[in-house]
């Protein structure tokens, strides 16, 4: 029996180039196809892999992701092939910190301001979440852990070890938590 992918996922913005980055330092082989370079506002690079974005067309990826990491937006579970088996770290981080990073990168990249104002784009992603994270519970193949991004930022070696155990995979965890910069955690919530 091949091993589960691991899937990497949650909001845009709440961390998942993070644990990508904590998975490669622990061992666990990531694709990745770099298209997508690192910036200001991923300076440790974002771990992309743009055919996950066309799986509904094509997945054909999956055949050589067995035991394998790889991120994926939420939005994008739902595009996964039944039969699929993975492990999915599902990354959660507090909602007006996703805002205010989403609105930073906007900014940089000269866009303007959100359509949308930010109640409603909470609203909208809280729904999003319950919806996926209900939708991976019931999904046979599929095993969920709820990673929280601050508890990464706070506890990386407490994660670290979380994550080995449900991956049921020999991680270097120091090496895993050595590479959260807590520094890059420059978008946090009001109050």
């Known amino acids: 029996m091949s091993k589960p992918i691991i899937l990497v996922s949650g909001l845009p913005r709440s961390g998942t ?5 904590m998975l490669e330092a622990g061992g666990i082989e990531i ?32 055949d050589r992701a ?18 699929t088996t993975a492990k999915v770290l599902f990354v959660r981080r507090e909602m007006g910190e996703i805002l205010a990073s989403q609105q930073k990168m906007l900014e940089r990249r000269g866009g303007s301001g959100a359509a949308i104002d930010d109640a409603e784009m909470a609203r909208v992603f809280a729904g ?16 969920l852990l709820e ?7 706070g506890e990386p070696g407490k994660v670290a070890a979380e994550i ?3 991956l049921q995979r ?8 050595a590479v959260v910069d807590g520094g890059l955690h420059r978008n946090r919530a009001a109050g």
């Open 17 to 21: 180039s993070m644990i990508m980055q």
């Open 31 to 62: 694709i990745s196809d770099g298209e997508r370079r690192a910036d200001v506002d991923n300076p440790k690079g974002y771990y992309e892999f743009e055919a996950v974005k066309k799986t509904k067309e094509n997945s054909s990826w999956l």
């Open 66 to 83: 067995p035991g394998k990491g790889v991120k994926l937006i939420s939005q994008l579970l739902y595009d996964l092939p039944e039969g």
């Open 128 to 143: 999003h979440v319950h919806d996926v994270l209900a939708w991976v519970a019931q999904r046979e193949g599929l095993e």
């Open 147 to 153: 990673v929280s991004h601050a508890d990464v930022i």
């Open 164 to 166: 080995q155990r449900f």
């Open 170 to 177: 020999e991680l270097d965890v120091s090496a895993m938590a």
